[in-house]
Structures are given as C-alpha cells and as structure tokens.
C-alpha cells in the first residue's frame, strides 16, 4: 500500500522562509561576534565561561589598585631621595663653612658672614625636613605627627635658658611620631621617619669613669674602661644609643663578682632599671658588656664590688648643632671657637651618615618597587590571557563559520528564488 503525501504549497513556502530567517539570525550573530572579537558578549552567550570572566576582571581590578598604589608609593620614595640628596649637599656645605671659620686667619667680619650663610643652611633644612607630598602629607612624619599644623619639626621661641645653645632661643621641637612603616609584598612607604636624619642620636663622645669599691681600689685602678659603638666594634671612645630608648642621662654597670648589673638615669635624674637584656662576653683580659645599644669594654679583672658610670652627651639635632655653630662665630656662646666647630664638624659627619643610610634604604625600596611592579605586571598579564581564553573569539575559526553561514544563506536563498515559481498554475499559464 502506498502512502501519499500532500505538501501545502504555501506550508513549504512559510518552512523555507522560516529556515533562511535562522541562517541569517546565525550569521547576523556571527557578524556580531566578529566585530566586538568576543565569544561571551552576554551571560546567556556562556554562563560559566562570564563566571570565570568576571572573577578574572575583579582580580585584575585589584592589581590595578595596588600599582597605583605601589606607583603613588614610588613617587613619594624618588621625591624622599631627591630630598635628602639636597639635605646632604647642605650637610657637606656646612662641614665646608665650618671648617673655613676655624682658619685663625679670618676676622670678626669674616665669621660673621660665614655665621650668616650657616643661618640661611638652618632655615633651608627647616623647610626641606617638611616636605610636603603629593597629597600635602609630611614627607618625613615618621608614622604620623603629633600637632595639628601637621609639621614634624616646629620652630618656636623660648627663652635662651630652656636651649642648649642659640643665643636668640630658637628650639625645633619634633612632633612627627617615630617608626618606620614595613613594607609589604604589595606595597611600600608612602613617607619617611625624618627622626634618624634630622634628630636622632649620634655617635659622639662619652666619658668612662671608674668609681670603684674602696676595699677593691688596687684592682679597679688597674682597669682600663671603653665605650665602644655597637655596631662596629673599635677602640674610640665612642657609642651609638638606640633611638627607642630616649632620654637617657647616665648608665652605671655593677659587678657582683659573678654577673653585672646595669641601672640608668635619665636627663632629670630619676633613675630607671635595672636595664634588660644585658649580654656579656669574656674573651682572655677583656670584658665586653652590651645593653641597649651600646657596648662597654673593659681590659683587666673587674672585682667584686666595682661599678662603672657611662655618661652619653645630650642629644643633639641638626639645627641645635648649627646654632653652636653660628654661636660660636658670632663669639656669644661663650665657648672656644676651634672646640665648638670641631664638635659641630663631628656631628655634621654623623648627620652624613645617617642621610647616607637613609638614601640607601630608600634605594633598596625603589629597587624593591621595580621588583613588585614586575610581580605586579606579571600577574595582570596572566588573569588578562584567563579572560581572554574564556571570553575572546577564536578569529580563524570565527572567520571560516562566517564564510560557511554566508555560503549556506546564499545557497538557501538562490534555492527558494527557483523553488518558489514552481506552482501548478505557472505550469498552466
């Protein structure tokens, strides 16, 4: 038995139409994908694949705003170095002038004149010591300041009593609150602690007086007492403190004939202590007791009963020293002209040493930026090439789709142009 079909004329005609509306819907989308390159244009293109893609974009969002960050950092650390190279030019200039006006050759006027360029070198470093960054924050306030003119060295006026010296009272006071921020794997300092640069103790000289137990006087006068730098053991009378212990007066090391003991004073006088950790070490005839900085060496065999008082100088910042100086070209400090200079030359050395220091950590951190900027650029490029993977089209393959869906189309379209004459009444006409 044989089946018979008819099939409308006008159903073929609407299933044809209905087809090539399809085709060109596809390639109207494929047209599409080819403009914008992208594979997911909209979360119903591939759910999952704008999933991943939009975890990728945050992440990339985030080392974005840590090389801004890091790049705002660097800025800050370049403006920091570029100031302090100009606060050490200043340094070698003052050594320059001081050692100048300590030529007997000069006058009264002379040393004025030099006293008159130290002064315009003070006020200089004043200015550079606020520096200001990008964002008006003080370059060197250390972890924050401490006034609410948001200066970390504030010049005032107090009566020359209250200074140790400048005949005229002039005092900086440091308000910056001391510390240094770390750095961090992805980010940096964005300001410096100026304490160390600009007022921070210095190595200077300190006395060592041996004040021992009468009843041991034969063996302590036999000693020989050093104060030695911590950091770089030498035979100079010479100590560095640590700046986290201020305002220490004297320190005095007892021994009991077995273990030594060490108190303090501060500048007032009121004692401290006892002081820990202390660390002692015994090599043939000499005996070095370390404690908070600082190192006393002591040759020959200490008895029962000694005690050693180490009495440190008083602190000295930039601008103090540079007014012993002007001072003492303007002969009203009271003090040996060639004495005074020379001390002021020695901590200007120190001062040197410290922007040194300071200049070299600062060139650790911008090499350290170079380094993150590198990690950073690194990682953006990899979550970039994950978004593109899940997202971006595959421009060959995409091609060679559009060029069959077009051909499709064009052969669905010439196909229905001679289809659709074909009727019974054309054949009867």
Same mark, same amino acid.
């Given at each position: ?8 004329? %006008? ?6 139409? !209905?087809?090539? &509306? ?8 494929? *047209?599409?994908?080819?403009?914008? !390159? ?30 801004? /960050? ?37 006058? /009264? ?28 924050? #003080? ?31 002039? &005092? $900086? ?9 770390? #750095? ?21 000289? %300190?006395? @060592?007086?041996? @004040? /021992? ?11 020989? +007492?050093?104060? +030695? ?8 009378? $010479? ?8 305002? $220490?007066? =004297?320190?005095?090391? *007892?021994?009991? !004939?077995?273990?030594? =003991? ?27 007791? @370390? ?10 065999? #200490? ?35 060639? &004495?005074?200079?020379?001390? $002021? ?27 993150? &900027?590198?990690?950073?650029? @690194? ?20 091609? =060679? ?13 010439? %196909? ?14």
């Amino acid at each position: 038995m044989t089946t018979i079909y008819r099939v409308a004329t %006008a159903y073929s005609y609407d299933s044809t139409i !209905g087809r090539l &509306q399809r085709r060109q819907a596809e390639l109207t989308e494929a *047209q599409d994908q080819l403009s914008s !390159g992208k594979r997911v244009r909209r979360v119903s293109d591939d759910p999952a694949a704008a999933a991943l893609a939009e975890r990728e974009q945050a992440r990339m969002q985030r080392i974005q705003s840590d090389q801004r /960050a890091l790049e705002a950092a660097r800025r800050n650390l370049e403006l920091a170095e570029s100031t302090l190279a100009d606060v050490g030019d200043l340094y070698h200039r003052a050594k320059e002038l001081i050692v100048q006006g300590g030529n007997g050759a000069l006058n /009264a006027s002379d040393r004025a004149t030099i006293a008159q360029e130290l002064q315009g070198i003070r006020e200089r470093l004043l200015a550079l010591a606020n520096t200001q960054d990008t964002l008006g924050r #003080p370059m060197f306030m250390g972890v924050g300041v401490g006034n609410s003119l948001a200066k970390p060295f504030r010049e005032v006026l107090t009566p020359p009593a209250n200074t140790t010296y400048g005949p005229d009272g002039r &005092q $900086v006071l440091e308000e910056g609150l001391r510390g240094q921020a770390a #750095p961090t794997e992805s980010t940096l300092p964005t300001v410096i602690d100026g304490y160390p640069v600009f007022s921070g103790r210095l190595a200077a000289t %300190a006395s @060592a007086i041996v @004040a /021992a137990n009468p009843t041991n006087a034969g063996t302590a006068v036999g000693l020989d +007492v050093q104060v +030695v730098d911590a950091t770089a053991l030498n035979t100079t009378q $010479v100590f560095t403190l640590d700046d986290s212990v201020p305002n $220490v007066g =004297s320190y005095t090391l *007892q021994f009991d !004939g077995a273990n030594w =003991s060490v108190n303090g004073t501060d500048k007032s006088g009121a004692p401290f202590g006892p002081v820990s950790p202390i660390t002692v070490n015994t090599t043939g005839g000499t005996t070095e007791v @370390a404690f908070q900085g600082l190192k006393v060496r002591i040759q020959g065999t #200490p008895a029962a009963g000694d005690s050693f008082t180490v009495t440190p100088t008083v602190d000295t910042d930039i601008w103090e020293s540079l007014d012993r100086a002007i001072g003492a070209l303007q002969n009203e400090s009271g003090h040996d002209l060639n &004495q005074e200079l020379a001390v $002021v030359n020695l901590h200007l050395q120190a001062r040197l040493d410290r922007v040194l220091s300071a200049r070299g950590q600062l060139g650790d951190w911008l090499n350290r930026a170079d380094a993150m &900027q590198a990690a950073l650029k @690194a990682r953006e490029d990899y979550h970039i090439e994950q978004q593109s993977e899940l997202t971006d089209l595959d421009m060959v393959a995409a091609i =060679s789709r559009f060029q069959t869906l077009q051909l499709g189309y064009q052969a669905g379209l010439s %196909a229905y142009s001679q289809v659709q004459r074909l009727s019974l009444f054309q054949y009867l006409a």
